[in-house]
């Protein structure tokens, strides 16, 4: 089964927008695996999205992000990296489709509510980032085969 990293941004925290996420995607059969609240420091932040370090926007992105507390989670499921990206809609808010996340709850790129891992490499660092090996709970959900044929 495969896993990825899911963030819930400072403005999804403000705005009470944690249950109705979490909710989404419980919904759609992801199984939890890891769950906290943190406020990230300007380190993780920086390591976080280091890729986009010499964007020209990378400066108010890491102010964002360390803005107030988030919601940070690893969902495990079958193709739940590419599913759950196209659950949270395009980067730009305005591209996102109506009925995903972004494009139900979001207008501005630099409040875009919702961060989702991009691939498997970005999933297994993100993670790594985030949560300590014992933090990743192995559980049996009985549902499962409700889920899964
Ligand atoms: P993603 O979150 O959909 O993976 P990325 O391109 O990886 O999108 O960008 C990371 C985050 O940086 C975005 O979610 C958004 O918060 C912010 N961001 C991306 N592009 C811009 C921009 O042009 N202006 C301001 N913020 C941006
Ligand atoms: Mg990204």
């Not at 992000?65 to 499921?77: D, F, K, N, Y």
């Amino acid at each position: 089964m495969e896993r990825t990293f899911v963030l819930v941004k400072p403005d999804g925290v403000q705005r009470g927008l944690v249950g109705e996420i979490v909710a989404r995607f419980e919904r759609r059969g992801f199984k939890l695996v890891a769950l906290k609240m943190l406020r990230i420091s300007r380190d993780l932040a920086e390591q976080h999205y280091g890729e986009h370090r010499e964007k020209p926007f990378f400066e108010d992105l890491v102010k964002y992000i360390t803005s107030g507390p988030v919601v940070a989670m690893v969902l495990e499921g079958r193709n739940v990296i590419t599913t759950v990206r196209d659950m949270l809609g395009a980067t730009q808010p305005a591209k996102a489709l109506p009925g995903t996340i972004r494009g139900t709850y979001a207008i501005d790129v630099g409040r875009n509510i919702v961060h989702g891992s991009d691939s498997p490499a970005s999933a297994a660092r993100e993670i790594g980032l985030f949560f300590a090996a014992d933090e990743l709970l192995v559980w049996k959900r009985d549902l499962d085969s409700w889920i899964y044929e």
